[in-house]
């Protein structure tokens, strides 16, 4: 089945500054990579995703990045503030006869911001 | 335009029994999937209905078990609980069987089993 690695899992960024997560998937026809933001007590939340049509797509300070060939895809958050910390998840959709279509999620990594 | 509620949302029980949780997906959605968080992990695919009939499924035991209502409902049904299954309970609806509109996840449901 489909494999998500996600690093690094635990990041610690000053407020103002960049953050980026990367994710590599081994399945080579997952054609959709969602990321999630899950904040303590809550479900995770849809924050930007990307198809595999796409290399690159913006969404004001979250951007998503993704190279079929190397099969990795990578968040970057700018401009970053206290309110983005939280677990991010990155995902890739895998399918198959006994699983249909399902999600495949990385393990997490925690986002701390500091003011 | 509601999301996706689930409940209860949270539940101890003991090892042996079964439990029920419930789920109602969000308006226009006809397909719900559950998935199974552990403490510090990202969430593992239990199955997933749609128009009623399961539709895919994870690698979970047959002791998982789930239905969908007409209204697109859903219920996870867990027997013989074992500690083990202590987890956030998600469930996640979309407008299609193939996630490319994204899922919309509930907040989840905490399950103890003591």
């Known amino acids: 089945g489909e494999n998500v690695e996600q690093h690094p899992s635990t990041l610690s960024v000053q407020e103002g500054d960049s953050a980026v997560i990367k994710c590599t998937y081994s399945?080579?026809?997952?054609?959709?990579f969602p990321w999630y933001k899950q904040e303590l007590g809550k479900g995770p939340q849809l924050i930007i995703d990307?198809?595999?049509?796409?290399g690159e797509k913006k969404d004001q300070r979250i951007a998503v990045t993704l190279n079929k060939t190397a099969k990795h895809f990578s968040l970057h958050i700018t401009e970053t503030q206290p309110e983005d910390s939280a677990v991010y998840f990155c995902?890739?959709?895998?399918?198959?006869?006994?699983?249909?279509?399902?999600?495949?999620f990385g393990k997490g990594t925690s986002l701390l911001v500091t003011p | 335009e509601t999301g996706v509620t689930q409940s209860p949302t949270h539940l101890i029980k003991t090892r042996g029994q079964q439990v029920t949780l419930r789920c109602s997906s969000q308006?226009?959605?006809?397909?719900v999937s559950w998935y199974q968080q552990a403490l510090g992990q990202g969430p593992q695919f239990i199955f997933q209905?749609?128009?009623?009939?399961?539709?895919g499924r994870g690698n979970f035991p047959p002791r998982f078990s789930g239905l969908q209502f007409p209204n697109y409902s859903s219920e996870l049904n867990v027997n013989a609980l074992e500690l083990d299954d202590s987890a956030l309970y998600l469930c996640?609806?979309?407008?299609?069987?193939?996630?490319?509109?994204?899922?919309?996840f509930g907040s989840g449901t905490r399950l103890t089993v003591v």
């Open positions: 996640a609806s979309s407008t299609d069987r193939a996630p490319l509109s994204g899922y919309t």
């Open positions: 399945d080579s026809a997952s054609n959709y």
């Open positions: 990307i198809r595999s049509n796409v």
């Open positions: 995902a890739a959709v895998f399918s198959n006869s006994n699983s249909g279509y399902a999600l495949n």
């Open positions: 308006s226009g959605h006809n397909t």
């Open positions: 209905y749609y128009r009623e009939e399961e539709n």
